[in-house]
């Protein structure tokens, strides 16, 4: 959930390109499937949208879902070009969406990203199908429109998504950043709820908190044992990476999910007892009387169950791919999703790596096609999605077995 989740483009998009002026009559072009299309624009609620569909196109829509910007960052098109490409040669049609604020909008994010649905109808063409690629927050926005809006699309890959409720995130990026103000007092500015604006991330971040566990390793050892969550890592050069990023999204974050939960306290530990049989008593009541509590309000509960929790219903395929030492999102997120939702129609793989996002754009084509030949199993329409050349090669009784990669 760092900014790096947001692949942002700080270019603001131009209207209109190709086929803009006949794009423009959607009565013309409602089964238009010849020449390439590229449109540009704004929706009214403020979010910028873009439109890429292929000359040799394949009558089917892909809507990308960007990932988590921070509040900071100006609102801006999603820097998504490996994965569109990937798309459009494979013959897909692509649209993706900036919402209309940044920060933790999953509400925008599910209203701008299902209003690209009508825009490409209006201005281009109907598809035959729509699927969902959503990466990180854009994972959580995808699932949460797979289950409501499964009427209109016909499956969903979600990449190293929040899929595991949104409290559950926010207690591991909170008990990181309590435990770390405790057992490093002084290191950095604010707290969860107060956060700052990180212009150089070397010297407000990363050389504080290198400096501060090179000086006390023993610290982070602490840490690790107390989290309700422990840091993502097979060995400490990982660790040290994902506490980088768990505050590092405090930092950056927590005045952004204040305001969105009224103005009251997202994270919960007051009742909570940080404890483990591997630390001496003394130590354990020591942390526990200076670790600094918080009472998650009612309304921020509200809030983060209707935009960050899995239904049980599922009526359409949805893949859920995650990295197993995610620093950020870590895995235990699809532990969680399996635990509400057990269905034929979810499938869930782990790639054995470190990292956020991790994967390039060839192996998300792979997934992709996986879930698309799937979704075509439980359609039993016959259509062909695929086009010459993609690199599908698993069959839907595999899929359905939720082989992992």
Known sequence: MSAGCGHKNT????????????????????????????LEGRSSSGALWVIDKPADWNRSLVIYVHGYTLPSAPVALPNNGEVRDSLLARGY??????????????????????????????????????YLLGRSLGGLISML???????????????????????????YMGDIRVLFDTVYPGVLPGDLEHSIVIT?????????????????????????????HPLAGANSQEIVGSLINALGFSMQAGSDLYKRCDNSSFFDNASWTYTSAALPPPLLADINSRVRRYTRSSDATEFLRRYGEPSPRLKIPMLSLHTTRDPQVPVWHEDKLAQVISSPLLIQRRVDR?????????????????LVNFARTQQHDGDDDLVAGDDSHVAGGDLARGRQH
């Open 145 to 171: 429109l797979t289950q409501r809006e499964a009427e209109h699309y016909d499956g969903s890959l979600l990449v190293c998504g929040i899929v595991g409720t949104s409290i559950e995130e926010i207690q």
């Open 354 to 370: 470190y990292g956020h996002d991790n994967f390039s754009a060839g192996e998300l084509m792979v997934h992709f096609n996986d």
């Open 93 to 130: 049609a692509v649209a993706t969406s900036s919402f209309s604020s940044n920060g933790f909008a999953v509400r925008e994010g599910m209203r701008d990203s299902d209003a690209l649905r009508e825009i490409f109808e209006d201005r281009v063409a109907e598809p035959r199908h729509t």
């Open 11 to 38: 270019l603001a998009p131009t209207v209109a390109a190709t086929e803009s002026a006949r794009a423009a009559d959607p009565l013309r072009h409602r089964h238009a499937n010849r020449g390439p299309v590229h």
């Open 200 to 228: 150089d991330p070397n010297t407000q971040l990363i050389g504080p908190v290198v400096a501060a566990v090179t000086a006390n390793p023993q610290g982070l050892g602490i840490i690790q044992l107390l989290a309700r």
